[in-house]
């Protein structure tokens, strides 16, 4: 427990740690170094690249080890540290400890010049065969994870839209790709820092002998050939310690970026996949064998070694066969154990807020790897209605389904179907902009997201449709404005409670006087929720939430009626309302409705105040209808939008009284007209008989 609290304390100071290290690395290039201490250091060097040799063989991914690239640096500055400090005790005593004459001793038998050439192996073997190709397989994984990056982050919005992984889930898969493109960036650089520690290691060691031989002979009147033994065995065990540690780093670098498929750690790997195929084995055993029975060859290491493939081999086809039947019977309890377990229907009764399902020929659609762009379009529809409205759509969930004819599609909210549509691959949907020069030859069909009459026509037929005046657009595009005007208009359905509850909670946070003032007195979160209901229903945005909750507190005093306080919203918001529909010359065109049409609904509110419904007579209800309808054509046959203009008080019930018969129609009322803006009829409802 001690052990556990004192490594507890040790971590917390690992910042101050890496910090005096690295002074004291500095330090060291100035200050001398006893030939003692200068041991500890060696060792210290040749324990820590050891470490980091084995830790990159155990490691499972290349984030696993992030902190390498920085951790190559010190261990670079570190190394070049030694080397000053072993030069300075070289030159000036001619002992730099130890460990630095026991590897020129030792190690190379006394041999200056076997251990110089030793030396100069190793250095050729860090510098062109391991640094050199670490180096290049780190700037082409660098190069080609930031290329990729743009992929990855589409394949996670992908999997996310098709609900394969959560917000978390995305949001971790996002982080990983961001670290995994820096890491490899970092490591292109570090490589250098190798590079150039194996140049320096040359040029030290040639300074050590040469300056070595000047000491010794000017200085300390040493014979030439004393001399030279003394500096330069000193000069290769110096270089030998430093060269070696550096060999592990460049080693443990190159183990750690050519690891980019790898699942697990070193070991496992090499394992599963060297030594995994026992037919292979038996294969290069029965070789060796042969090679050893050829004459001129050495016998005893070919068989020796033919021998211990044959005994893996016979290992490894015993685990393959255990493997293979502890498999079968996992599958065979798994099947047992669904037959006996209780029937979960608690699945079936669950359903996606929204849903896309299609035929198998709108899959490249969908599919990126096919070029779809489906998917990409759905996240900008969800964007697009959360500026538009402020409401928060849900994940679009996407699938086929083989009951759909091929080229048809089906959207559904809730697990109810609200819309279908059928799309034909390779060809585009034209439409009439009222200007049509000619005809062109075609499939008739319908417009699925405004009724319009379009046709079908070939792709070699889009450039002289549109020469003609037509409007084409191609098969994704019609499915994603279907869509969006779907989502348009059933957002309201997606403001529940718990909806309602997440945005009253943001608004506190910036306005927590309002909030406290406004609910769970004196209207609850089912108040609010069927006032921002019934403005989304009407496609006014409610992003403004903290203006709308103020409104929304001054009146709920005066009655808590949600369609009273609807229609004071509205007219709160009249500057937002006004700016979305005006033109460009900030006119608002308006359908005014007769005087008579308004005193007759104003009858029938009044009516509906004492009897609790509103009830028009059928002939004029639809005499109304139809002269709404007339001048509803008249004005869209302009390019204008129809808008109604109707008194406040009878605002809502007209609006009620012609959502259903003439949808995607506008009524707005004068309090809900900004002052700046000019308004400008272009037509009036009457009566259909109506002179």
């Given amino acids: 427990m001690k ?17 005096i290290a690295i002074l004291f690395i500095v330090m060291m290039l100035i200050i001398p170094t006893s030939p003692g201490f200068l041991d500890l250091l060696l060792a210290v060097n040749i324990s820590l690249s050891v470490l980091v040799l084995l830790l990159t063989m155990s490691i499972t991914g290349s984030l696993d080890f992030a902190v390498f690239p920085s951790l190559l640096l010190i261990m670079t500055l570190f190394r070049l540290a030694l080397n000053v400090s072993s030069t300075r005790l070289i030159l000036l005593d001619g002992n730099a400890g130890e460990i630095i004459t026991a590897f020129g001793n030792f190690v190379v038998g006394g041999n200056a010049i076997v251990g110089f ?11 062109v065969v391991i640094t050199k190709g670490a180096e290049r397989v780190a700037e082409v994984a660098a190069r080609f994870t930031l290329d990729a990056m743009p992929g990855k982050q589409m394949s996670i919005d992908a999997d996310l839209n098709a609900g394969l992984i959560t917000d978390q889930e995305a949001k971790k898969r996002r982080k990983d790709v961001e670290r995994e493109a820096d890491f490899y960036g970092a490591m292109d650089g570090a490589s250098k820092f190798v590079k150039g520690d194996a140049i320096a290691g040359i040029i030290i060691s040639l300074i050590n002998i040469i300056g070595g031989i000047v000491i010794g002979m000017v200085q300390k009147a040493l014979p030439f050939n004393q001399a030279i033994t003394r500096y330069s065995l000193l000069t290769v065990g110096d270089g030998l310690v430093s060269q070696i540690p550096a060999l592990l780093m460049s080693t443990a670098m190159g183990i750690l970026v050519t690891r980019a498929a790898s699942e697990s750690n070193l070991g496992h790997d090499l394992n599963e996949q060297l030594f995994g195929q026992s037919k292979v084995l038996y294969i290069a055993a029965g070789l060796l064998f042969f090679l050893g029975l050829v004459p001129g060859l050495p016998t005893f290491p070919f068989i020796i070694i033919g021998l211990l493939l044959i005994g893996i081999s016979y290992l490894t086809s015993k685990t393959e066969i255990r493997e293979i039947a502890e498999q079968a019977e996992k599958e065979t309890a798994a099947e047992l154990q669904k037959a006996e377990a209780p029937e979960k ?11 896309l399902e299609i035929g198998y020929s709108l899959i490249p659609y969908v599919d990126q790897e096919q070029g779809g762009d489906l998917l990409d379009r759905i996240t900008l529809i969800r964007k697009q209605v959360a500026l538009e409205l402020g409401v928060v759509l849900p994940i679009v969930r996407i699938r086929d389904n083989l009951q759909l004819l091929p ?17 034909m691959p390779h060809h585009y949907l034209a439409m009439d902009s009222g200007d049509v020069l000619s005809t062109v030859d075609g499939i008739p069909t319908t417009e699925p997201a405004f009724g319009l009459a379009a046709l079908w026509i070939n792709e070699k037929d889009r450039e ?16 994603a404005t279907h869509l969006t005007e779907l989502l348009r208009s059933h957002a309201q359905e997606f403001i529940g409670r718990q909806e309602v509850k997440n945005l ?11 909030i406290e003032e406004l609910t769970p007195e004196p209207l609850s979160l089912g108040d609010i929720q069927k006032v921002l209901q019934n403005l989304v229903k009407e496609r006014v945005s409610i992003r403004n939430l903290i203006e709308i909750c103020e409104i929304l507190a001054d009146y709920a005093a005066i009655s808590r009626d949600t369609d009273y306080l609807t229609e004071m919203v509205r007219q709160g918001l009249r500057r937002q309302i006004s700016r979305s529909l005006v033109d460009e010359r900030n006119r608002l065109q308006v359908i005014t409705v007769s005087p008579e ?15 609790g419904a509103l009830a028009l007579p059928p002939d004029i209800w639809q005499s109304i209808l139809n002269g709404l309808s007339k ?9 204008l939008m129809p808008i109604i203009l109707i008194s406040p008080q009878i605002r809502l019930a007209f609006y009620r009284l012609i959502e259903h018969a003439i949808p995607r129609i506008t009524v707005i009322s004068y309090n809900e007209i900004d002052p700046s803006v000019q308004v400008q009829g272009v037509g009036m409802v009457k009566f259909a008989n109506a002179s």
């Fill in 345 to 355: 229907v608690i699945g079936l009764v669950q359903f996606d807020p929204i849903e």
């Fill in 464 to 479: 002289e449709a549109e020469i003609s005046g037509y409007t084409t657009v191609d098969p994704p595009s019609v499915l």
């Fill in 631 to 639: 001048e509803a054509e008249s004005v869209a046959g302009k390019g």
């Fill in 117 to 127: 050439i030793i030396f100069i192996i190793i250095v050729v073997i860090q510098f």
């Fill in 504 to 514: 009253i909670t943001t608004v506190k946070e910036s306005a927590p006087a309002v």
């Fill in 597 to 611: 049409i308004e005193e007759t609904i104003l009858e029938a509110v009044k009516k509906e105040q004492e009897t």
């Fill in 3 to 19: 052990l556990v609290q004192h490594l507890s304390k040790l971590s917390r100071f690992g910042e101050l740690f890496s910090v």
């Fill in 407 to 423: 080229n048809d599609y089906l959207i559904k909210i809730k697990g109810v179907e609200v819309g279908k549509g059928e799309l």
